[in-house]
C-alpha cells in the first residue's frame, strides 16, 4: 500500500528529518506533505522538503500569527517556482483561540487565498470555531465560495465542522482532512462525517505532532500512524484498508499535482 500523509508539522520535537521519514516509508507512507504555519517555519520546510524526496511542502501564515506575522506576506513570493511547494497553508480562521483579532484573520486569509488562486497552488484550509458556534466556518465560505468559483482548490484540513456546511464545502469542490479524532471513542461526529463524504474528497492526514490516533492518543502524532487511520476510514466506508490507500493516495495527487509518486520498480 501507498499513503500520503497530507498535513504534518516539525517543530523542535523533530530534530532528525531522516529517521522520520524512514520510519513512516516502513508504514507505506510515500510521500508527506509539511505544513509551515508562519514566518519562520518556511524556509527550513523549503530546506527539507530540498533534502527529502519524499517530502513536499506548504507556505502560508496560520490564524494564530494573522497579526504578528502579516509584514511576511510579500516574503511568500519567494518561494514560488519551487517544484517541491505543493500548496498555501496552513491558512485560515481559528475563532477558538482567537489569538489574532478576527478582522486580521479574515485579512490574511483572503489576502493568501488571492496568492494562491495567482499562483495556482491549492489551500491547507485551517477552520476553527467555538462550541455551539458556525461563525468561523460561515466567515470561510464566505471567502472560499468566490475562490472556488475562479477556479482554486482547497482542503479543509481535520474538519470537525457540521454535515450542513460540509455539504456546502463539498458543493464548492473542497476535499476534506481526516485525522487522528476519527478514531477517538467520543467522535462519533467524525465518523458519521466520514460516513457522509464523498470518497473521492476524502485525504488522511497526521496533523503530527498533534492528534495521534487510539492507542497512541496523548503521544506525539507520527506520519507513520496513517495506516490507522486509514483502516478506521476503510471501516467507516465500508471498504478495505488496500482501497483506502489507493483512493485517498489519487485524491491527494490530484489535489497537489506537485507532488509526484516514486516509481515503482
Keep these: 500500500m501507498t499513503w500520503i500523509d497530507t498535513h504534518f508539522h516539525a517543530g523542535d520535537y523533530l530534530p532528525d528529518f531522516a529517521a522520520y521519514i524512514r520510519e513512516a516509508e516502513a508504514e507505506g507512507v510515500r510521500r508527506l506533505l509539511l505544513c509551515a504555519s508562519g514566518a519562520e517555519e518556511t524556509a527550513p520546510a523549503r ?66 487565498l488571492g496568492w494562491a488562486l495567482k499562483n495556482h497552488l491549492p489551500a491547507v484550509i485551517h477552520c476553527r470555531d467555538k462550541a455551539e458556534s458556525e461563525l468561523a466556518y460561515a466567515d470561510a465560505y464566505g471567502l472560499l465560495k468566490p475562490f472556488a468559483e475562479s477556479g482554486g482548490k482547497f482542503v479543509l484540513h481535520c474538519y470537525a465542522g457540521s454535515p450542513e456546511f460540509a455539504e456546502k464545502f463539498a458543493a464548492l469542490g473542497s476535499y476534506f482532512g481526516v485525522g487522528g479524532m476519527i478514531t477517538f471513542g467520543k467522535a462519533d461526529n467524525i465518523r458519521e462525517l466520514a460516513k457522509l463524504l464523498p470518497l473521492d474528497r476524502l485525504l488522511v492526514e497526521t496533523d503530527a505532532p498533534y492528534l495521534a490516533p487510539k492507542p497512541y492518543r496523548g503521544k506525539p502524532n507520527h506520519s507513520r500512524y496513517i495506516p490507522l487511520i486509514g483502516a478506521k476510514l476503510a471501516e467507516m466506508k465500508g471498504i478495505t484498508p488496500e482501497e483506502c490507500a489507493a483512493v485517498t493516495t489519487a485524491n491527494a495527487c490530484r489535489l497537489f499535482p506537485a507532488i509526484q509518486l516514486p516509481e515503482v520498480s
Excluded: C, M, T
Design 47 to 112: 530546506d527539507a522538503a530540498k533534502a527529502f524526496p519524499a517530502l513536499y511542502y506548504a507556505v502560508g501564515i496560520h490564524p494564530h500569527n494573522a497579526e504578528s506575522d502579516r509584514n511576511f506576506l510579500p516574503g511568500l513570493d519567494r518561494f514560488i517556482g519551487d517544484p517541491k511547494l505543493a500548496a498555501a497553508g496552513e491558512i485560515g480562521l481559528d475563532y477558538y483561540y482567537d489569538f489574532a483579532p478576527r478582522q486580521s484573520q479574515l485579512e490574511v486569509l483572503e489576502h493568501q
